[in-house]
């Protein structure tokens, strides 16, 4: 692969996503794929949610021109995920029935797709996982999608945050020679800043879950297609320092549903966006705040990336500071508190 061939498809992914958001707008308005108000919505009218929809497209266009790996698996697994995501916005699947549908594309994917092989050991060497390969592999990809789709709450976030990890990803992946992830992570970051002119705020157009979902499950098709065994591979460690804004608001979700005794699954309403909306921010400065968050952490996960024990220590000690700040905002609360105490939770 030359740098034409990347910059082709980047163009490709951006001009297919951004041309037919508009058409993805009214397919939305014409299926009913809208976001009603509620009580946990930052949005005060119905909106539309079929940006999974262009990034699909951007993805789709670009990977007929690119020598996209796993090709066949990848878009089929894509699609499925497309579909779950729309079949929930349009008719608010159950979580069994919403997980069952993640579960089997993930399943068609790994089946028939990369898995990750090892993982980096903090102390030094690998871990190689051997038939663990494919449970793991499993277990990341559905995280992924599932850690981007939670994340998904105000205008712009998502989108903005997926096109910063592609990027760094992209970036990575190209310094380790490995061309397979980087043309995937090229892809999907064209994909995502083509989409995010028509989400940031004011938002004319949602993600939606399929298009929340699609951006994690590309993201981990990047990892996982850089984690292949060889000499130059993407440590799992350096996509989790990368989305340490999406990683950490899950974490804190669990955490925080387990602190107030509800099952982990159960939507709540004290996310990063929630809770900083609460402090008086406004939707495009908790967006940016996000933006600067990612880089500065895609940065370090970049620039550590050749060395697993730097990056661990890295991801660690953000951890720590994340963790801390996840309580002073009120995403948890501090450990030994009276449960129960955060009735907002």
Partial sequence: MNITQFVLAFVIALAASAV??????????????????????INKVPMPTGGGLAIFAGFLAASLVGDLPHFGVTVSAALLILIIGILDDRYQLSAAA????????????????PRIEFMSNPFGGMFYLGKLSFPITMLWVL???????????????????????????????????RYDAALLAVITAGAA?????????????YLGDGGAMLL????????????????????????ILILAVP?????????RRVQNGVPFYQADRSHFHHRLLDLGLTQRQIAGLAYLITGFSAAMAVFT?????????????????????????GMIQPFGSHKGENKDA
């Fill in 20 to 41: 037919l958001s508009p058409l993805a707008k009214r397919a939305a308005w014409k299926w009913g794929l809208v976001d009603e108000p509620n009580p946990r919505r």
């Fill in 98 to 113: 919403k997980f069952a549908g993640q579960f089997a594309a993930v399943l068609i994917y790994v089946l028939w797709g």
């Fill in 143 to 177: 995280t992924l999608i599932n850690i981007m789709n939670f994340i998904d709450g105000i205008d712009g976030l998502t989108t903005g945050i997926a096109f910063i990890g592609a990027a760094a990803l992209a970036t990575l992946a190209l310094r380790l020679g």
């Fill in 193 to 205: 800043l083509g989409f995010l002119p028509y989400n940031f705020n004011p938002a004319k157009l």
């Fill in 216 to 239: 994690g499950f590309l993201l981990a098709a990047v990892s996982t297609e850089g984690a292949l065994k060889g000499a130059a591979t993407i440590s799992i460690s350096v996509p």
């Fill in 247 to 255: 990683v950490t608001d899950l974490l804190c979700a669990v955490v």
């Fill in 305 to 329: 990336a050749h060395l697993a024990r730097a990056t661990w220590l890295v991801a660690i000690a953000l951890g720590l500071v994340f963790a801390y700040g996840s309580m002073r905002v």
